[in-house]
């Protein structure tokens, strides 16, 4: 017996070995037969599904981590007050934002845009940006103030670094 189905035809010697010999059933063989296309078809369901599995896992591992991320720098704030070519400036960071004056906001810009960077001993070194979270926001006004008046920081801006 020769199998013509297309469905079938795919899985070839699996199905060929249960045609039927010696005057075995032929409604026998057809359930045999369509027994493996079952098992064919839902073994690629069953692989289809596990990969999809772990893609979604990855996912919310990554959302999991970018969450606790994010509240941890809506966590952190700072203040700073100093001066800038004799101006007073103040800078806050607060539930993410920077905001500053405009003369403090200009001359940090100029220390993002020579790659100051800043040595934090067994943390390395870390950039000079206000976009990169608190602790590199913080560390990048200081060093555009010409002199520092004062400095309030939560704990949150070190650990969110």
């Keep these: 017996m020769t199998v013509t189905d297309p469905l079938r035809a795919g899985y070839g010697a699996a199905i060929d070995t249960l045609a039927p ?29 596990v990969s999809r599995s772990r893609e979604l896992r990855a996912d919310a591992r990554r959302l999991a981590s970018e969450a606790r ?9 700072f203040r700073v007050e100093g001066t800038v070519e004799g101006v007073p400036v103040v800078a806050t960071w607060f539930r993410g934002w920077l905001r500053c004056d405009r003369e403090l ?14 040595e934090l001993g067994a943390r390395g070194a870390i950039a000079a940006s206000l976009q990169a979270g608190p602790l590199p926001a913080l560390l990048t006004v200081i060093r555009a103030c010409d002199s520092v008046t004062a400095v309030e920081v939560s704990d949150a801006v070190v650990r969110a670094s």
Excluded: K, P, Y
């Design 69 to 77: 991320s994010l509240r941890r720098d809506l966590a952190a704030w």
């Design 105 to 118: 906001m200009e001359r940090a810009l100029l220390v993002v845009d020579l790659e100051e960077a800043f």
């Design 21 to 49: 010999r010696n005057g075995s059933s032929v409604v026998v063989w057809q359930c045999c037969a369509d027994s493996v296309h079952r098992a064919f078809v839902l073994t690629g369901c069953s692989r289809a599904v």
